[in-house]
């Protein structure tokens, strides 16, 4: 299994990027798909997912970033995206993408995704 994620790159804040993670050795549509986001000296955390077909695709978002990120699947290309807009500088982070069968109650553990993608780096100035 492997999920390859792309799209990050300097930003001004209050622009937008658009972020993909292109799935192989697994189908999305049948594993919840989250994103996940680590910025210098924090913890991991949650940002957004969208649980499996089976699951009915609920998503679920992060306070911090609802109303501004947008998590989609495509099922034809594999693939996962976050739609990010309004970005701020507090967005600035390294963004992980991640997959897992957990039941809906651990969607937005971390813990709770068995395969992650290597990261892609999200910058935002001021």
């Known amino acids: 299994v492997q999920l390859q994620a792309s799209g990050g790159g300097l930003v001004q804040a209050g622009g937008s990027l658009r972020l993909s993670c292109a799935a192989s050795?697994?189908?999305?549509?049948?594993?919840?798909l989250g994103w996940f986001r680590q910025a210098p000296g924090k913890e991991r955390e949650f940002v957004a997912t969208?649980?499996?077909?089976?699951?009915?695709?609920?998503?679920r978002y992060a306070d911090s970033v609802k109303g501004r990120f947008t998590i989609s699947r495509d099922n034809s290309q594999n693939t996962v995206y976050l739609q990010m807009n309004s970005l701020k500088p507090e967005d600035t982070a390294v963004y992980y993408c991640?997959?897992?069968?957990?039941?809906?109650?651990?969607?937005?553990?971390?813990?709770?995704?068995?395969?992650w993608g290597q990261g892609t780096l999200v910058t935002v100035s001021s």
């Open positions: 991640a997959a897992g069968s957990q039941i809906l109650s651990a969607i937005a553990m971390s813990s709770a995704y068995r395969h």
């Open positions: 050795g697994l189908t999305v549509r049948n594993y919840n």
């Open positions: 969208v649980a499996s077909s089976s699951r009915s695709g609920v998503t």
